[in-house]
T-cell receptor
Framework: KNEVEQSPQNLTAQEGEFITINCSYS?????LHWLQQHPGGGIVSLFM???GKKKHGRLIATINIQEKHSSLHITASHPRDSAVYIC????????????FGTGTRLQVTL | NAGVTQTPKFQVLKTGQSMTLQCAQD?????MSWYRQDPGMGLRLIHY???????DQGEVPNGYNVSRSTTEDFPLRLLSAAPSQTSVYFC?????????????FGPGTRLTVT
């Protein structure tokens, strides 16, 4: 079965902390997306990965294709990073469709 | 570009009523999708389209209809609303670039069925 699992489900951090959110998936993929959703807000695409690592500002996304695992890191976290972070993958067999994880709710406090 | 637009932003329906959620994109994307988002669950695919005139069912299609008469528009119709359809609905569009698909989401429609 094509599945996507994220951990942790909820995460609270203090401002300035280094944050890691994990995503694992069951079978081969063509791409993995990290998405951000602020409370009551729309969904924004942060990264799309098929291999290696990408960086944008304080955000870093990595993927290990062999281990079927990806991580999203936030360095020097800030209260404005508080959001739900969602991992979504395109499985090889159904590449035009996205399968979503249930999301990680991050709260960054002062 | 306006990107992906959805209307309305909020809607309250009574059980049994019908309505259409509108979705449009101005990026000439071939792929469009409708998802619903419920607490504790990942986004689930309702219907999708790979081009004008072509639609297919996703994971949770019951109670919903779609059509794609133009590349730009992909409306979602609720035929007879039920409380189980209370959810946040997202429309998305994507195009195939560099071997995979770039994805864009609309702002969402929050629907309550009483």
């Amino acid at each position: 079965k094509n599945e996507v699992e994220q951990s942790p489900q909820n995460l609270t951090a203090q401002e300035g902390e280094f944050i890691t959110i994990n995503c694992s998936y069951s079978v081969g993929i063509s791409a993995l997306h990290w998405l951000q959703q602020h409370p009551g807000g729309g969904i924004v695409s942060l990264f799309m990965l098929s291999s290696g690592k990408k960086k944008h500002g304080r955000l870093i996304a990595t993927i290990n294709i062999q281990e079927k695992h990806s991580s999203l890191h936030i360095t020097a976290s800030h209260p404005r990073d508080s959001a739900v972070y969602i991992c979504a993958v395109r499985f090889l067999a159904t590449a035009s469709k996205l399968t979503f994880g249930t999301g990680t709710r991050l709260q960054v406090t002062l | 570009n306006a990107g992906v637009t959805q209307t309305p932003k909020f809607q309250v329906l009574k059980t049994g009523q019908s309505m259409t959620l509108q979705c449009a994109q101005d990026m000439n994307h071939e792929y469009m999708s409708w998802y619903r988002q419920d607490p504790g669950m990942g986004l689930r695919l309702i219907h999708y389209s790979v081009g004008a005139g072509i639609t297919d069912q996703g994971e949770v299609p019951n109670g919903y209809n779609v059509s794609r008469s133009t590349t730009e528009d992909f409306p979602l119709r609720l035929l007879s609303a039920a409380p189980s359809q209370t959810s946040v609905y997202f429309c998305a569009s994507s195009y195939r670039g560099q071997g995979t698909y770039e994805q864009y989401f609309g702002p969402g429609t929050r629907l309550t069925v009483t």
